[in-house]
């Protein structure tokens, strides 16, 4: 079954340093998407993809993130300047079409110390 | 605002009792409606979701969902739980024409033998 697979699955940074988390979406999927969840809240919305731009985002994804599909078949997620409250674990979907299901991967947990 | 609210954060279960998550959400316009749920140390996978049509929904593993208009509900049901269904449960919401899923802050689910 085809999945949507995140690279690395744990990521420790320091404080101030950029960090890119990477997605390989499901191969026929057009939409992209992050999402985000802090330890103990629900998982928040920051972006979404489509025909190489973003068409959606949330107040959080501000000028610090940065989203990009280099290839084919990559789909990363760049933070800059990474602060303490940016540890988080983070979700790449893929979906066919829109309002469809979005197919969720494994998640990177991100600490940022 | 757009908001989703689970109302039940833990829930312990004994086997085959029956399990009924709340579900409710504050959106204008068409909306649709998905349960996700996360076992431990897995992604988020659907277990079910309403688009348009019966307001009663079938998912995978027994479970369904009913779409409740009038009272802005997506209530997650299943006759009798299991140990395996411990996990995580998510509803989430989206407009018909936004890419965003918004995600309650889930359901912790515990079915003791």
Avoid at chain 1, 1 to 27: F, N
Avoid at chain 2, 38 to 67: C, N, R
Avoid at chain 2, 76 to 87: E, G, Y
């Amino acid at each position: 079954e085809p999945e949507v697979t995140q690279t690395p699955s744990h990521q420790v940074t320091q404080m101030g340093q950029e960090v890119i988390l990477r997605c390989v979406p499901i191969s026929n999927h057009l939409y992209f998407y992050w999402y985000r969840q802090i330890l103990g809240q629900k998982v928040e919305f920051l972006v979404s993809f489509y025909n190489n731009e973003i068409s959606e985002k949330s107040e959080i994804f501000d000028d610090q993130f940065s989203v990009e599909r280099p290839d084919g078949s990559n789909f990363t997620l760049k933070i800059r300047s990474t602060k303490l409250e940016d540890s988080a674990m983070y979700f790449c979907a893929s979906g066919v079409a829109l309002n469809t299901e979005a197919f969720f991967g494994q998640g990177t947990r991100l600490t940022v110390v | 605002a757009q908001s989703v609210s689970q109302h039940n954060h833990h829930v312990i279960l004994s086997e085959a009792a029956s399990l009924e998550l709340g579900c409710n959400y504050s959106y204008g316009g068409t909306v649709n409606l998905f349960w996700y749920v996360q076992y431990p140390g897995q992604h988020l996978q659907l277990l079910l979701k309403y688009f348009s049509g019966d307001p009663l929904v079938k998912g995978i593993k027994g479970f369904e969902a009913e779409f409740i208009k009038s009272k802005f509900s997506f209530n997650l049901r299943k006759p009798s739980v299991q140990w395996s269904d411990t996990a995580e449960y998510f509803c989430a919401v989206n407009g018909n024409s936004g890419y965003a899923l918004n995600f309650g802050k889930g359901t912790s689910l515990l079915v003791t033998p």
